[in-house]
Structure formats: C-alpha cells, structure tokens
C-alpha cells in the first residue's frame, strides 16, 4: 500500500524503511532541503546499523520517496506523525510540530480513506486534539480516521526491534482505521494489542517510564551496595532470575539518557500532576537518574590522578551516535568545572560532541590515542571496542594505571591481576 511518514528522526527513517522493505511505497516528507537531498543519495544522516542498507536496496526499487512536498498524502492509505515533541521546561510535550503537520494533513487529504496516526510519542488526548485539527482544517466530507500506533524501537538496534517487536499497539475509535493498520503490520512479528485511543497513548509512556524505573531502582541498589559492601551486579542478577521481575534494564550505572527515557518520564509525570495525581514515584526516578551522573563524576575526582583524564564514549549507549540527554555531558561538565583536560574518544559521536564543547576538549583519532599523557582512564558508554581493548596495551599507555568505569564494563577481579586501580559503580573497588 502507499503510506507517508512526515518527519525523518531516528524513528521516522527506521520504520519507513522497514515498510519499504516489506514491499509498500512509502514517501516520507521532510522540511529541510539539504536533508532530504541527502536522503534522496542514500545518507540517512544518523548512524543506525544496518539502516544504510535498507535504504539503499529501496532507494533503488523506488519504495521509498523522500520529498518536501505534501502531495502524497492524497495517495496515502496511512500518514504517520513522526516529528519531534520535545520536553518543554515545565517537563511537558513540545507539540507545536504536531499540530502544524496535522494542518497540513488536513490540506491536502484525497478522495479515498486516509489513516493519520502518531508515531511521535505524545500525550494522553493528542490523537483527540489531531483529529480536531483536521476537522477544521479538511474539506467537508473528508474520509479518515486517527489511530495511535506507537514505536518501540531502541536506537542501535533500531531494525531488528521494528521486523521483530514484542508488540504492536493500535489505538482508534475506528474499526477500519484498525483494519489498514493491521494489514501494513502483517509482515511483523509481535502481539497485537488492539484498543482505545487513549490506552494506546499511555501504553508508550507506561512502557518507558517502567523501563526508567528499573534502571533508577538499580542504581539506588547501587548506592546501598556501596555503603553495605555487596556487590549490585551479583544482587540484581538474582533479583532478575525471578521471571516476574526479568533481568532486563537492571545494569547500573551512571543511568538512563537518550531522547526518550528522559523526556518521557518527565511528561508522564507532568501528565499526571495535570490530573492531579501524586506522581513522587517518577519524580524520584528522575532525581535518582540525575544523583547517579553528578555522583560518578564525583567519584572521578576523588579518586583519578593527574590533570589530564582520557574518556572513552560519549554517546547517550553503544551503537549510536546519539547525544541528546547522554550522561557524559553533565559529567564532563563537572569535570571540566573541577579543572581537568579531558580527552575525549567515541566511534561515532564526536562530531556531536564537539558541537556542544567545541575547544574545551581534545578529541582523538582512536581509543588508544585519548589515553596520551594521560594518567585516568575514565569509561562512559559502553562500546564492544572498549569491552574488548588491550588492557595490557591500555596499562602500558596510561602514566598511572587507573581506570573509573561508568558502565561496568569490566571485571574487577582481571582488573586487579592486571595491576590497576579500579573504580566502578555499585562493587567493591580494587585499590
Ligand atoms: C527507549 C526504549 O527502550 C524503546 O523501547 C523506545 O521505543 C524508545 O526509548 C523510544 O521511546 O523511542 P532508547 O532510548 O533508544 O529506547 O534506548 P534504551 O536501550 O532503552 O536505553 C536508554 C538508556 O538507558 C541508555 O542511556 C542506556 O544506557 C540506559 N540503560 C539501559 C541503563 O542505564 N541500564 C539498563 O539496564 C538499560
């Protein structure tokens, strides 16, 4: 079938592309000329594994249109809103794209029967306020209806989680809206759960705000495991031997970042406070997620030695370029405030990096190069090419052995056969 995907983000792309693959035409509208030109080459502007590919193969079959204009949407069975809702600072959803994109829906609908459905995540009531919009704003007699459909991808993995999702959700007050969804999702795996519009808009809120949870309850284990000399990892690997609890999203660390954890826990309970409700249980999740960034990098400067620190990944989790709310930036915030040099290495995000920091920091060309003259090595995200480094190499490299690790990366026993001093989150040090 035709669809069109206005917005060309990390979720935008990927499940375009998927559809694409799975043999429908799909057009997705952006709004920057330069973007959509590299689009149209084959760049997909952000660095998802295995996305290249797709887009290529479908660029070339003609499945995929990447355009400014509106004009597919009067040949579009579906139009998925894909743009931006960013935190506002009161913790709210931006919707300002939304709503603009909705107008623009209405203007120019066709004759047939057209779906518009957000996979933006957005709050309770937006599908309501998008079907308003296009009231108003579309020729009377318009067919279509609104659905929510929303995405559950994770960045870096972002193509095997939309072929092979847990679950697909569709929301819609109507039944052949439903339909046109669940024939576009008949190659993909999953559960389908079919229900209202607004069940389908907190099912995305719920979902991520359960999986923040997990991670801040964690680190708050890592805290008391600290104090009481137990080790966090070998407490919550048992705890998540219980298969009602999983042993998913209980790494601890210096928590969660992204563009959706973040953002989301923050609406949920901005949602909440709207209807009144005591929403302390995500309150504190945030404030436990943001004592766990300022505490490693205090942890840092109690205990790295010299000036110079070499720090590896910056990306908000491996396999993304990804920088938006990464806990690297608040902690080499605090870093550089304390008076360190910090050089700096990931394999994909420095660009970004050096955007928002510019000539406070050194960037090096490779992991071994960041560890020049430097006496700490201090470990951020956790990439398989630094699970998987020379430690005799980084050890003969570093002036004084020592490592502090954000993520766990590595085991303290080898640490301590290896001759460094050894920092990480929620375990014993090796000194
Ligand atoms: C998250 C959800 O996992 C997806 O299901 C959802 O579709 C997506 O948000 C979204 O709303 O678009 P994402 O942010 O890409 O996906 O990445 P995650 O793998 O969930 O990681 C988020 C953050 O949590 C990262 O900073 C990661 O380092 C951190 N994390 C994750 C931990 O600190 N501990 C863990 O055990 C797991």
Redesign the pocket.
Known sequence: MEITMIGHG??GLVTASIFADAGNKVNVIGRTPEKIQKLKSGDPLIFEPGLEEILDRNLKNGNLNFTLSYDSIKDSKIVFIGVGTPSQKDGSADLSQVRVVAKKIAENLGDNFTVISCKS?VPVGTNVEVDKIVKENASTGAKYAVASC?????????VT?TLYPDRVIIGSESQKAIEVLLELHKPIGGERVITDLASAELI?YA??SI??T??SF??LIAEMSEVAGADAGIVLEAVGLDNRVSD??????????????PK?VKALAFIGKSMKLDTGILDNVEKVNFRARHRFAKRVIDNAKGKKLAIWGLS??PN?D?IRE??SIDIMNDLLKAGYELSVYDPQAMGHIEGIFGDKLTYADDKMQALDGAETLVVL??WNEFEAADLEAVKKSLVNPIIIDG?NVYDPKQMKKLGFKYYSVGRRDVK
Not at 151 to 158: D, N, Y
Not at 248 to 261: D, P, T
């Open positions: 990390y979720v995540t929303p995405e559950f991808l994770r960045e870096g993995t972002g989680d995305k979902s991520n999986l923040a997990k991670i964690s680190n998913k999203f209980l790494n601890v660390g210096i928590g969660y970042g992204g563009a959706c954890f989301d908000f989790k993304t990804d990464a806990p995200t956790e993520r």
